[in-house]
């Protein structure tokens, strides 16, 4: 193997799909580690990525933090968040909108595979839309002078559910890591500021400053 196959091979030894990745212009990414914007790893797809959006998992996850680096490690479970669980919950990210090329990196930084899995997940996506009554009554008649002005409102939350991609831990080498909390410890739990049918209570990584 010639020295610029080789370095092709390590290039892409933990993204097989970047030729179906690069068939997109642009691929939807949900990261809830230091990958967010506010993040130390956040330049891994800085120059590559379009402005986020929050987002929440739909499936349960347990979220575990590395102690020395900071790594997050969400990891798969079988049940479903309720709001009797106490480990089992919903994650709190960022939507990105990234070019395939990233993924290069992501992938390497993630060891895809490996350590992590790129998975599709799907991730609900919450907008309040914004809106103005005109200075008109309901029969389409003009307001009185002391009644007009814009008045604005908010309409009811929707949540829709798109797909994107998450790394997720691989259990056969997480697993046999994970220590109860010496080494690791459960990423802080956050409660929404408003009542919401679908979101009790939910992770929410802390990037911390340094």
């Not at 349960?60 to 106490?86: C, E, L, W």
Request: contains cysteine; positive net charge; proline residues 7%.
């Amino acid at each position: 193997m010639s020295f610029s196959h080789l370095a092709a091979f390590k290039r892409t030894e933990f993204t097989p799909d970047i030729a179906e990745l690069e068939l997109h212009q642009f691929v939807l990414l949900f990261v809830c580690d230091d990958v967010m914007r506010a993040g130390k790893n956040y330049k891994l797809i800085a120059e590559h990525s379009t402005k986020a959006a929050r987002g929440f998992t739909l499936k349960a996850f347990n979220f575990y933090r590395k102690r020395t680096d900071g790594m997050g490690i969400p990891m798969r479970v079988n049940t479903q968040p309720d709001r009797f669980s106490f480990t089992a919950l919903k994650i709190k990210g960022e939507i990105h909108a990234v070019r395939p090329v990233a993924f290069l990196d992501l992938d390497g930084w993630y060891q895809n595979g490996l350590m992590f899995r790129r998975v599709r997940t799907k991730i609900l996506y919450p907008t309040t839309e914004h809106g103005m009554i005109v200075n008109k009554d309901d029969m389409g008649y003009g307001l009185p002078h002391a009644l007009r002005g814009p008045k604005h409102f908010l309409l009811p939350e929707r949540v829709d559910p798109i797909e994107a991609w998450m790394y997720v831990g691989v259990p056969s080498y997480w697993n046999p890591l994970l220590d109860g909390g010496y080494e690791f410890e459960t990423v802080p739990i956050r409660y929404p500021e408003k009542d919401r049918n679908w979101l009790v209570k939910y992770y929410h990584y802390q990037n911390r400053p340094g």
